[in-house]
């Protein structure tokens, strides 16, 4: 790299630094707008897709030391070092010329690892487990439900019908956590990689979109998979080695969103075809997603595309 581009990558880096440093801020000090924090990525993203690696680790080691100096050391970890693991994935990624598919698939991993860091560090700090804590957070808004409901005098059949469903519910939240991690990993890679594309066409610099979601299908290997980590889950049942209903929840909960990001994909495809209007489009979203059985008919209509190829689309 001569003189000239590495002046113009140091500039860019320390202009990284300072947006990195803003986000961190405003997410910090500003409840309503915490969710930027999620965003931390981006700038790295881009960085690296434009200079390489070595520019995006001195800009995410100069952005927590300021961060750390302006609120807790320790904070910086959680905030900038641990978000900079995707961030350094998915710019490496996208600097070699992954497939988007790729990039998001190594984003989410990145993802993962990051989240499984962030809790352990939080648990050897505190000395309390993480999924313990939240346990104890849905036991609490469990009761404050309950006592509330006693207080309005209601019905105590009623209010026994009621208490077992918000127990089976906080009960159901807990186990799902791990797939809930797992799904948000996804999500924020996504939004992630859409924002970093959007940043960088606009000041000119090509990046790979990711193709229109109408036109998504899953890989042929996907049923074959599905069925595979069935089987392989109910023979857990047999072993005692995890907890068998939290793995079963757990897989249910992530083959059924897979299928119905295809399902969504299968009904945008059909919508475009036959050249529905947005507000139709918009009540016939609102009726699947708001309808108690919406979302289960949803993934129903990806899995029967994973099948027959309702589309006739070619499988990445």
Do not use: W
């Not at 918000?166 to 797939?179: C, F, G, Q, R, S």
């Amino acid at each position: 790299m001569n003189t000239q581009k590495k002046t113009r990558a140091l500039i860019e880096a320390s202009l990284m630094t300072a947006i990195t440093c803003i986000f961190a801020v405003i997410g910090t000090y500003i409840p309503v707008l915490t969710f930027v924090l999620y965003f931390i990525p981006v700038p790295f993203i881009i960085l690296g897709k434009r200079h390489g690696m070595n520019f995006v680790v001195l800009s995410i080691i100069a952005s927590a030391i300021i961060i750390g100096s302006l609120t807790e050391p320790i904070y910086s970890v959680f905030v900038v070092l641990l978000p900079g693991i995707v961030a350094i994935v998915m710019g490496y990624m996208m600097k070699k010329g992954y497939s988007p598919g790729m990039v998001l698939a190594g984003g989410t991993a990145a993802a993962l690892l990051s989240t499984g860091l962030s809790i352990s560090l939080a648990t050897a700090i505190s000395g309390i487990n993480a999924f313990t804590q939240m346990s104890e957070i849905f036991k609490e808004v469990t009761e404050m439900q309950i006592n509330l409901m006693q207080r309005m005098g209601m019905e105590a059949e009623k209010m026994e019908q009621i208490t077992t469903n918000l127990e089976n519910t906080a009960k159901m939240a807990v186990m799902v956590i791990p797939a809930a991690i797992m799904l948000s990993a996804v999500f924020l890679s996504y939004v992630n990689y859409l924002l970093t594309v959007y940043i960088l066409n606009r000041i000119g610099y090509k990046a790979e979109q990711l193709p229109p979601l109408q036109n998504l299908r899953l890989p042929k290997s996907i049923l074959a998979g599905s069925f595979l980590i069935i089987i392989l889950t109910l023979l857990t049942r047999y072993l005692n080695i995890i907890h068998y209903d939290t793995l079963v929840v757990n897989i249910f909960v992530i083959l059924q969103f897979i299928f119905f990001i295809q399902g969504i994909a299968v009904i945008l495809y059909f919508m475009k075809a036959y050249k529905l209007t947005k507000p139709m489009r918009l009540l016939i979203f609102l009726f699947l997603l708001l309808n108690q059985m919406g979302a289960f008919m949803v993934a129903m209509i990806g899995l029967t595309d994973s099948f027959v190829n309702l589309r006739r689309l070619q499988s990445e």
